[in-house]
């Protein structure tokens, strides 16, 4: 498991993440959530050493974060920031591979190719692995960002934002992924996500985040609930059940 304490990140005197502590459960999909400068990606950012504590630790699997060397680090998590933006001519299957890295340095083996088939096939891309980044959908973009993650074959898997800027469709394919590699893989997936909805179909756990502090961290029918909601975003929830699914109605 992921043990966060008492961490806190300040950018000048503004406290950004404020005395959080948590402890992530494996084998879950954990949801933050929370409006925007909630601190939700600085809290990702600080958990995966993409980001500098201030003070506070993060313990992972039983070891200090920063006691962790890089090549260890990144076969233990994976992690995919909200923006991806690359600049070269690459096919899926190559951006697949770049998964492979922290275990083939750049020398892929058997080993190595089982593992990028593998996430193909489970990310449904096998029908465009030869096509270019540049030719393809947001939906289809993100698939291939997610596989390359799913390639990398880590235990932990990090995601900020991964629905951002896809439609209905796309965003339920991958939020139905992601269930599937917790369920059927036994991966930890932890992603910060704006939608209420999708996170209360989807999510294992919920933290809520306001103003950098922890509201609420819990079970999502524990969190998916009107008092919580509408003192984190500060509007009228109302909650639904609807094929036995939690569902915030906010207009």
Same mark, same amino acid.
């Given at each position: 498991?992921?043990?966060?304490?008492?961490?806190?990140?300040?950018?000048?005197?503004?406290?950004?993440?404020d @005395?959080? *502590?948590?402890?992530?459960?494996?084998?879950?999909?954990?949801?933050?959530?929370?409006?925007?400068?909630?601190?939700?990606?600085t809290l990702l950012?600080m958990?995966? /050493?993409?980001?500098?504590?201030d003070?506070?630790?993060? $313990? $992972?699997?039983? =070891?200090?974060?920063?006691?962790?060397?890089?090549?260890?680090? %990144?076969?233990?998590?994976?992690? &995919?920031?909200?923006?991806?933006?690359?600049?070269?001519k &690459?096919? !899926?299957?190559?951006? =697949?591979?770049?998964?492979?890295?922290?275990?083939?340095?750049?020398?892929?083996?058997?080993?190595?190719?089982i593992?990028?088939?593998?996430?193909?096939?489970?990310?449904?891309l096998?029908?465009?692995k030869?096509?270019?980044?540049?030719?393809?959908?947001?939906?289809?973009?993100? /698939?291939?960002?997610?596989g390359m993650?799913?390639?990398? @074959?880590?235990?932990? $898997?990090?995601l900020?934002?991964p629905?951002?800027?896809?439609?209905?469709?796309? *965003?339920?394919?991958?939020?139905?992924?992601l269930? /599937?590699?917790t369920?059927?893989?036994?991966?930890? !997936?932890?992603?910060?996500?704006? @939608?209420?909805n999708?996170?209360?179909?989807?999510?294992d756990?919920?933290? %809520?985040?306001?103003?950098?502090?922890?509201?609420?961290? @819990?079970r999502?029918?524990?969190?998916?609930?009107?008092?919580?909601?509408?003192?984190?975003?500060?509007?009228?929830f109302? $909650?639904?059940?609807?094929n036995?699914?939690?569902?915030?109605?906010?207009?």
């Amino acid at each position: 498991m992921i043990e966060v304490k008492n961490i806190k990140k300040k950018y000048g005197s503004k406290s950004v993440v404020d @005395d959080v *502590s948590i402890t992530i459960k494996k084998g879950k999909i954990t949801s933050f959530i929370g409006p925007n400068g909630a601190g939700k990606s600085t809290l990702l950012g600080m958990i995966t /050493r993409l980001i500098k504590q201030d003070s506070g630790q993060v $313990i $992972i699997e039983g =070891v200090k974060l920063e006691d962790w060397k890089s090549d260890d680090l %990144a076969k233990k998590i994976a992690i &995919l920031k909200q923006s991806n933006h690359l600049d070269i001519k &690459l096919s !899926v299957k190559d951006l =697949v591979a770049f998964g492979r890295y922290p275990h083939s340095k750049g020398r892929l083996n058997e080993t190595d190719r089982i593992k990028i088939d593998q996430a193909l096939n489970y990310m449904e891309l096998d029908s465009i692995k030869d096509k270019f980044l540049d030719e393809l959908s947001g939906g289809q973009k993100q /698939r291939a960002f997610i596989g390359m993650i799913l390639a990398q @074959d880590s235990e932990y $898997i990090f995601l900020d934002e991964p629905l951002n800027n896809l439609d209905m469709k796309h *965003s339920v394919q991958i939020m139905r992924t992601l269930k /599937r590699i917790t369920h059927e893989l036994g991966k930890t !997936v932890v992603l910060v996500i704006h @939608d209420i909805n999708f996170a209360s179909c989807y999510s294992d756990e919920i933290l %809520a985040l306001q103003e950098g502090k922890v509201i609420a961290y @819990d079970r999502t029918d524990t969190i998916i609930n009107e008092d919580i909601l509408c003192k984190m975003y500060d509007i009228e929830f109302n $909650i639904q059940t609807i094929n036995d699914q939690k569902i915030c109605v906010y207009y």
